[in-house]
């Protein structure tokens, strides 16, 4: 899905489970402006990574509840 696309399936709600986790833990970092702006691949490595842990620690935590 190009950048457009998926911006506008985001905004509209239409992602699955987890572009939508991914988003919002962007949000949450302050980060999703410059995604919206100019993609993922705008972000380091340090801040991917980050996003990726916490998707993994979210997702673990709804595993146990």
Do not use: C, H, P
């Not at 950048?3 to 992602?15: M, N, P």
């Not at 489970?17 to 833990?25: D, R, V, W």
């Amino acid at each position: 899905m190009n950048r457009d696309k998926e911006v506008k399936a985001y905004l509209e709600g239409k992602l699955s489970e987890k572009e939508q986790m991914k988003y919002e833990i962007a949000q949450e970092l302050g980060l999703l402006d410059r995604v919206v702006r100019q993609g993922w691949k705008s972000l380091s490595a340090k801040e991917t990574g980050r996003i990726g842990g916490l998707m993994t620690r979210r997702k673990k935590e709804g595993k146990n509840s």
